[in-house]
């Protein structure tokens, strides 16, 4: 695949072809077991080789804010103190119709390929978790692209219901921004029960400051960072408890400080207050990515800019916001 080379409409309508069995309500989920993606993970994969347990820390990297997604999110719905690190079950569907040059993913993971997946309903995925000796309470619908199938949101949710398990979980769902279709698949009821189910939070992904430097990430057409605010706007309206990542390597620096500007303009431009729900995340080179032969000299580089690119952000943050505003936790950020 050459760089810019996704067509991402026709790609997510492959994908989700490939990915949801409607009739039995199934979803192929990666398999984790013995994959290089393994190797980056701190504890054996669970649930069979489909699930592994994350640790979400706050503290991240020098220079860069603390990530408190989603440990307060959760521990403020769950009602427990807040601490510096929270535990989650991670499922990931096997697909995303994006090639981003970091992504933790190994590539065959995101391609909806049988092999490397196995077909399961979310009631058997909760009953995967449920088995656990000490489940976390957090669940992570992670990817892939897991909004390629929205489904999975609402049916975890039911299969969360069923076993008695919603109000002691958090269900928290990645979104790379690049789809319609949980407005164009999902019924109204099923919006509804995403949009009225307490213990929910979701997450958008801005990948990079600007088109150039999202092209530059994902592979897909420049024109789509801006499609991005759209869908993350759609979101914003529906009422659901909604947050923000953002990541800053990017081709080059020009003018890095002025389209930090216009980023932090737009996200504003949705809502005020939007950019104290944004995180922006360090890449680093994991191990996929190595061994995928995906980091080349401009990639390296990249990731020196992107400390130059978050320097620009938190001036922008520190001269828009007052103090009290940026120590408000991030679930009492009104958008
Ligand atoms: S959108 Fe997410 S899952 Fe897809 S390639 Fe990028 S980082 Fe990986």
Same mark, same amino acid.
């Given at each position: 695949?050459?760089?810019?080379? $996704? ?10 072809? #490939?990915? /949801?069995? @409607? ?17 980056? /993970? ?7 080789? &489909?699930?592994?347990?994350? %640790? ?20 403020? #719905?769950?009602? $427990?103190?807040?601490?510096? &690190?929270?535990? =989650? ?8 119709? !994006?090639?981003? !040059?970091? *992504? ?5 993971? +995101? ?19 449920? =088995?656990?000796? %000490? ?12 909004? +390629? ?10 299969? @969360? ?10 269900? !928290? ?49 420049? =024109? ?15 009422? /659901? ?28 431009? /949705? ?7 944004? &995180? ?16 080349? =000299?401009? %990639?390296?580089?990249?990731?020196? $800019? ?5 320097? *620009? ?21 009104? $958008?």
């Amino acid at each position: 695949m050459n760089f810019n080379s $996704i067509d991402t409409l026709q790609y997510s309508s492959k994908l989700r072809t #490939k990915a /949801i069995r @409607l009739d039995t309500k199934e979803l192929l989920v990666a398999k984790l077991s013995g994959t290089s993606q393994e190797t980056d /993970i701190t504890d054996p994969t669970n649930c069979g080789g &489909v699930g592994r347990i994350r %640790h979400f820390r706050r503290w991240t990297a020098f220079g860069w804010p603390e990530n408190s997604l989603p440990i307060d999110p959760a521990n403020h #719905k769950l009602g $427990i103190d807040s601490g510096d &690190v929270a535990l =989650a079950q991670v499922f990931q569907n096997a697909a995303c119709n !994006w090639r981003c !040059w970091y *992504c933790y993913v190994p590539f065959d993971l +995101l391609k909806a390929d049988e092999q490397k997946g196995l077909w399961l309903t979310a009631d058997e995925l909760v009953d995967r978790y449920r =088995a656990h000796e %000490h489940p976390p309470a957090i669940i992570d619908l992670s990817g892939g692209q897991p909004d +390629l199938t929205p489904e999975w949101i609402p049916w975890t949710m039911d299969a @969360l219901e069923k076993g008695g398990l919603s109000e002691k979980t958090f269900l !928290w769902s990645d979104d790379n921004l690049s789809t319609d279709f949980f407005w164009t698949k999902l019924s109204t009821s099923e919006i509804d029960r995403v949009v009225s189910y307490r213990n929910y939070a979701k997450v958008g992904c801005f990948k990079g400051f600007d088109s150039s430097s999202f092209s530059f990430n994902t592979r897909a057409a420049p =024109a789509l960072f801006d499609q991005q605010f759209s869908i993350f706007k759609r979101i914003v309206s529906l009422g /659901i408890d909604v947050y923000g990542y953002a990541t800053f390597t990017a081709p080059d620096n020009k003018a890095i400080d002025a389209k930090m500007t216009e980023f932090v303009d737009r996200l504003q431009a /949705i809502s005020p207050l939007l950019p104290l729900r944004v &995180v922006p995340l360090c890449v680093s080179a994991f191990r996929p990515a190595q061994d995928e032969m995906r980091i080349n =000299a401009v %990639h390296q580089k990249s990731m020196e $800019i992107q400390q130059e690119a978050i320097k *620009c952000w938190n001036l922008e943050i520190e001269s828009r916001f007052s103090l009290h505003q940026r120590n408000l936790p991030i679930y009492e950020v009104a $958008i």
